[in-house]
């Protein structure tokens, strides 16, 4: 078994490629929609940019997006996981995994998992600007982030609405910090603070 991390949306990439729904193209092609102009020189977002090359197919490559991984921990706290979580692979399966109690499965490959359904979310955020670090932020919106809410709906959340996680003294990449994530999606979902 292995222990699950919230997976950045770039390695969401690889499956949108994959099955030809997002097209490459030297120019971006129809995967510019995923970068927003903010991010434009950022050295971690940017499009294109030095550390940054595009098109995926040659290297990773990070979007200026994060999308929510998980639904159900309710009360993140320390510790906690939340038991329908959905990672994808770096390099594959590529297809969502299977996650039971913060681990995936030990199968190999992997089971697949299924993704969120829109009318089990309704009016939870599902997708925001790049929140993963203060370091992610500030290149862009600086202030806040804008999110997008499953019942279509989309609204610009001040960064004090996930600082006080942000600002935490964890490291937010390890796997037993998925909690923390948890928190901020959280507090997305009510515009505000919570925990």
Not at 103 to 122: C, V
Request: hydrophobic share 30%; charged share 20%; aromatic share 12%.
């Amino acid at each position: 078994m292995q222990k699950s991390i919230h997976v950045p949306a770039r390695r969401f990439f690889t499956l949108l490629f994959k099955t030809g729904r997002v097209r490459e193209g030297h120019d971006g092609g129809s995967g510019r929609v995923f970068y927003c102009p903010s991010f434009d020189g950022d050295r971690y977002h940017g499009f294109h940019s030095p550390s940054n090359r595009w098109p995926p197919s040659h290297e990773t490559t990070r979007c200026t997006s994060s999308c929510r991984p998980s639904t159900n921990n309710r009360n993140p706290q320390p510790g906690t996981w939340a038991t329908d979580a959905v990672m994808w692979g770096t390099t594959g399966p590529f297809y969502p995994i299977k996650i039971v109690n913060g681990y995936t499965d030990s199968n190999n490959p992997p089971r697949k998992g299924s993704m969120f359904r829109m009318s089990k979310l309704k009016n939870r955020a599902i997708v925001a600007d790049v929140m993963s670090s203060v370091t992610r932020i500030k290149p862009a919106h600086q202030k806040g982030i804008n999110v997008l809410y499953a019942n279509g709906g989309a609204s610009w959340v001040h960064y004090d609405a996930f600082k006080k996680q942000l600002e935490m003294d964890v490291n937010m990449f390890a796997p037993e910090q998925d909690w923390v994530h948890d928190q901020i999606w959280n507090n997305l979902d009510h515009g505000g603070q919570i925990y």
